[in-house]
């Protein structure tokens, strides 16, 4: 356990980590196994994995079948290149399976190996089909404040969080926020987009990406009419819409993509994550048809953008294993039935306790506020560090999940496996209960003192 932490402080830089705190510190957990909803730390202790991990174990850890399926393709055909029109039938097969589950008229898969990879394709991909439909200046994209949309060379400038565009130096030309609908309503976010459009000129703008429901921004599910308005506005501008179903696809929100939830098509969608639960890194872009028609008719050579791994062999064979279980387990059913159950313990612990503002879900991914007062929606200072101490406090009790604090805010977000059970959740949310007490006490103690 000692010689793992010091081998971790001296060789491993984390992702998305504080390399002070791991100095300092060490590694917060060494994990050991995975089994259902439950890791296990070399220690023997059991957690909850009330975030799916990074949102994406969507059918929960230990699943032999995906394991079995890896080690067959391997044996088989472990990796061969989709470059020059190579092909084979894993890929063919999943990007079918894929075309079968997305909106009617999306129906042609550009595969990566992650989130960021897909955004920064879909990125490209637009720009590409613009300039070969004639329109080069459409180059502009759009997105919403507190997006994640991924850390590559677009996708940190896609990403609406600016925490994120410090290490790059500065976000790249061409890439604009406008407002997060979650915290404006509708109406205003869509005038912020209209304005936003106009200034830059829609002659000038690629596309809009956004996610169906922002979640590392916090779990920020947009009013149920915003994404209409944007359709329209996106058809009134001839603007392309980009869903970003990196968190939301494979049923994390109880539909298949997060998008249905909305009565809208996208033009384009990309995701990654719960498309192998995590099992094998992979990752995609889906585009329409009339995209797809321009590229077949209007593409002339070489697309000069793919990756060794698109396509990857034994990741679509995991990927598709995967989406038999989502499938024949009825998993998108039950994330939407556990959403219900999950809102509703969520609501009993904001009755009981006095620092519990807003609370939602959809399907199984869900939010808990904590502000000052729940009646004015007043937050904490940031100083107090409210999130993270429940996070810690939930920690200790045997369950993992996630503090959210940019811009003053203290969100606890929730993305656990789509296998949960109502007694599982019940457990997940009694631990909450007690976490969040554990920190009033603390706050009022720190208040009187
Ligand atoms: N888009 C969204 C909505 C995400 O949540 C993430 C990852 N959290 C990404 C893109 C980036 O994906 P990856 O980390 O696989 O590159």
Same mark, same amino acid.
């Given at each position: 356990m000692k010689n793992l932490i010091e081998l971790d402080k001296k060789h491993f830089i984390h992702p998305t980590s504080s390399i002070q705190q791991q100095q300092e510190k060490g590694a917060k957990l060494i994990v050991e196994k995975g089994e259902g909803i439950y890791l296990t730390d070399i220690n023997g202790d059991v957690f909850i994995d009330a975030m799916s991990s990074l949102w994406n174990v969507n059918i929960g850890h230990g699943r032999n079948e995906l394991a079995e399926a890896a080690a067959d393709q391997m044996k088989k055909l472990a990796y061969s290149s989709a470059f020059s029109t190579f092909s084979h039938e894993p890929a063919i097969k999943l990007a079918a399976k894929i075309a079968s589950l997305? +909106?009617?008229? #999306?129906?042609a898969v550009f595969f990566t190996s992650g989130g960021s990879e897909s955004n920064d394709s879909a990125v490209k991909l637009v720009r590409h089909y613009w300039k070969i439909q004639g329109? +080069?200046?459409?180059r502009k994209i759009i997105a919403l404040k507190r997006g994640y949309h991924g850390v590559a060379a677009a996708s940190t400038s896609v990403t609406g969080i600016p925490e994120f565009w410090d290490m790059a130096g500065h976000l790249m030309n061409d890439f604009i926020h406008a407002d997060t609908p979650y915290w404006e309503g509708t109406e205003k976010a869509i005038t912020s987009l209209r304005s936003v459009i106009e200034e830059e000129g829609a002659e000038n703008i690629a596309a809009f990406f956004a996610e169906p429901v922002q979640g590392a921004g916090g779990v920020l599910i947009p009013p149920s009419n915003y994404f209409k308005e944007v359709r329209e506005l996106c058809n009134e501008y001839g603007i392309l819409l980009v869903a970003d179903?990196?968190?939301?696809? *494979?049923?994390?929100?109880?539909? *298949?993509?997060?998008i249905e939830n909305w009565g809208v098509t996208p033009d384009l969608m990309t995701f990654a994550k719960g498309v192998t639960s995590g099992y094998i890194p992979m990752g995609g872009v889906i585009v329409s048809d009339s995209i797809h028609n321009v590229l077949k008719e209007?593409?002339?050579?070489? #697309?000069?953008h793919g990756f060794?791994?698109?396509?990857?062999p034994t990741a679509a064979a995991v990927a598709l294993r995967n989406i038999d279980i989502i499938e024949k387990e009825g998993l998108v059913a039950n994330a939407k039935a556990m959403g219900v159950h999950l809102l509703e313990g969520f609501k009993k612990i904001k009755e009981q306790l006095n620092i519990v503002g807003d609370v939602r879900t959809i399907g199984l991914l869900g939010a808990v506020e904590l502000v000052q007062d729940p009646a004015t929606n007043k937050r904490f200072p940031a100083k107090l560090q409210v999130a993270p101490k429940v996070v810690e406090a939930l920690h200790e009790r045997g369950v993992i999940c996630r503090a959210v604090t940019y811009e003053n805010t203290d969100i606890i977000c929730f993305s656990p496996p789509l296998i949960m059970n109502p007694s599982q959740i019940d457990s997940m949310v009694e631990k909450l209960h007690d976490a969040i007490l554990s920190v009033q006490k603390q706050l009022v103690h720190h208040t009187l003192n």
């Open positions: 997305a +909106p009617e008229n #999306l129906n329109q +080069p200046k459409r179903e990196v968190i939301t696809g *494979f049923g994390r929100t109880g539909k *298949f993509f997060g209007k593409s002339k050579g070489t #697309l000069f060794t791994y698109s396509g990857h």
